[in-house]
């Protein structure tokens, strides 16, 4: 049961891939999805006028932990 556990990814932020904080990396490299997507809809969503999106982002940036270090598969995850 505990290598089951160890196989499941966590949402983390990825600072070294990010450009502001890795909340988007974290994202992306979560669900599987291509950065530019996450980064795009962040965009969308923050510059639309969507005053919730901010906040959100906010709250992620100070409440999703830090991963340590990049995994290896990131870019062939997020592409």
């Known amino acids: ?8 990814k966590n949402l983390r932020r990825i600072p070294e891939k990010g450009i502001i904080a890795g909340v988007a990396a974290g994202i992306a490299y979560f669900f599987g999805w291509p950065l530019w997507i996450v980064r795009l809809v962040l965009a969308v969503l923050i510059l639309g006028g969507f005053s919730f999106a901010p906040l959100l982002y906010l709250l992620a940036w100070i409440f999703v ?6 995994p290896e598969d990131f870019d062939s995850i997020t592409k």
């Open 65 to 70: 932990p830090k991963m340590e270090r990049v």
């Open 1 to 8: 049961m505990n290598e089951k556990l160890k196989n499941i």
